[in-house]
């Protein structure tokens, strides 16, 4: 279920950490966009710590995701198959956060990413992002903070 306001979308994403011999453990997240950083997705994982692991990832990253291999560094991700004769509520999108050879491997419904990125266009369409800057403000608070 997703929620949006002012300017914001949420919704929870079930994700499965992938360990080792393909073991998949259930991690409660989320994800968020905000019109105010309209080229970043926030994605948020509970692991019972004393607080939320929050990772940024490019919308864009995400979107094209679906299609084929994106990302190099700390985040990478993937779809499982493009092949149209899988059904595409079947598809698996792979998500990798951290370096290479340290990371944390994650699957997720690349039917609900997708869901979810379709919100984020209703909110700020494709290309439209730079609309949805406030270069001066975003330059004056990090100039007051240095």
């Known amino acids: 279920m997703s929620s949006t306001e002012s300017g914001m979308i949420s919704t929870g994403q079930d994700l499965w950490l992938i360990g080792p011999n393909d073991?998949?453990?259930?991690?409660?997240?989320?994800?968020?966009?905000?019109?105010?950083?309209?080229?970043?997705?926030?994605?948020?994982?509970?692991?019972?710590?004393?607080?939320?692991?929050?990772?940024?990832?490019?919308?864009?990253?995400?979107?094209?995701?679906?299609?084929?291999?994106?990302?190099?560094?700390?985040?990478?991700?993937?779809?499982?198959?493009?092949?149209?004769?899988?059904?595409?509520?079947?598809?698996?999108?792979?998500?990798?956060l951290g370096p290479p050879g340290e990371c944390a491997h994650f699957a997720a419904s690349a039917a609900a990413i997708a869901a979810f990125l379709d919100e984020t266009y209703e909110l700020v369409p494709i290309g439209a992002e730079s609309d949805f800057l406030n270069l001066e403000a975003e330059l004056a608070a990090w100039l007051d903070g240095a």
């Open 23 to 96: 073991l998949a453990v259930e991690i409660t997240s989320g994800l968020h966009y905000s019109s105010n950083d309209p080229y970043a997705v926030r994605i948020s994982l509970d692991v019972d710590v004393d607080r939320e692991v929050v990772w940024t990832v490019s919308r864009d990253l995400l979107a094209g995701a679906l299609y084929g291999p994106q990302g190099i560094g700390d985040v990478r991700a993937w779809p499982s198959t493009v092949d149209d004769e899988v059904d595409p509520a079947d598809r698996v999108l792979n998500i990798e």
